[in-house]
């Protein structure tokens, strides 16, 4: 069985490597662009994968924050009932 630690750390690996890979979309979905496609529509297919990239990667940051929210338990102070 697997314990916490150890599936958070496989976790926070994949998050890792996800951002790795979302670094070079951009750069290698215009490099497998037909030489037809004039430059002003790779640019703006570039700004568009770059534009989802970015979201992609503030997306996981927010889960990587999440998760470390999470493991560190529950907050000692509690909000007024």
């Given at each position: 069985?697997?314990?916490a630690e150890e599936a958070l750390a496989f976790y926070r690996r994949t998050n890792s490597?996800?951002?790795t890979v979302?670094?070079?979309l951009p750069s290698r979905i215009i490099t497998s662009l037909p030489a037809s496609v004039d430059e002003r529509a790779r640019n703006?297919?570039?700004e568009v994968a770059l534009k989802v990239?970015?979201?992609c990667r503030r997306m996981i940051a927010e889960l990587v924050e999440?998760?470390?929210d999470a493991a560190k338990g529950p907050s000692e102070e509690r909000e007024p009932e």
């Open positions: 069985m697997i314990d490597y996800a951002v979302l670094k070079s703006a297919i570039y990239v970015n979201e999440g998760d470390q």
